[in-house]
């Protein structure tokens, strides 16, 4: 069984600065391609930035030049840098991996979520 386990949420004025952590845990050979989504009340869940295994992002165009996402290989590790916040980034932000599991079958997994407030 894989974890990914969140943290680094929190309220923040905008303006201000975040990073989320995930960590991937549990029986597995690795983890490819991560990413973070975001939900927000009444909106569907979406892609913000996503990273492959060789270092090649993608962002969503409402936060290009405000977030970087980044990970560490070795700890099985993705974060999110989250600067000059806005409220409209205000949702819950969920960790998302594809994940290479024992079989070498590749299995996609989410966190639980962190919430993530800007106030105005």
């Known amino acids: 069984q894989v974890q990914l386990v969140e943290s680094g949420g929190g309220s923040v004025q905008a303006g201000g600065s975040l990073r989320l952590s995930c960590a991937a845990s549990?029986?597995?050979?690795?983890?490819?391609?991560m990413g973070w989504y975001r939900q927000a009340p009444g909106k569907q869940r979406k892609l913000v930035a996503s990273?492959?295994?060789?270092?090649?992002?993608n962002y969503v165009d409402s936060v290009q030049g405000r977030f970087t996402i980044s990970r560490d290989s070795a700890k099985n590790t993705v974060y999110l840098r989250m600067d000059s916040l806005k409220p409209e980034d205000t949702a819950v932000y969920y960790c998302?991996?594809?994940?290479?599991?024992?079989?070498?079958?590749?299995?996609?997994?989410w966190g639980q979520g962190t919430q993530v407030t800007v106030s105005s």
């Open positions: 998302n991996a594809n994940v290479l599991v024992l079989g070498r079958v590749l299995v996609n997994y």
């Open positions: 990273i492959d295994n060789d270092g090649s992002t």
């Open positions: 549990g029986t597995m050979l690795s983890a490819n391609a």
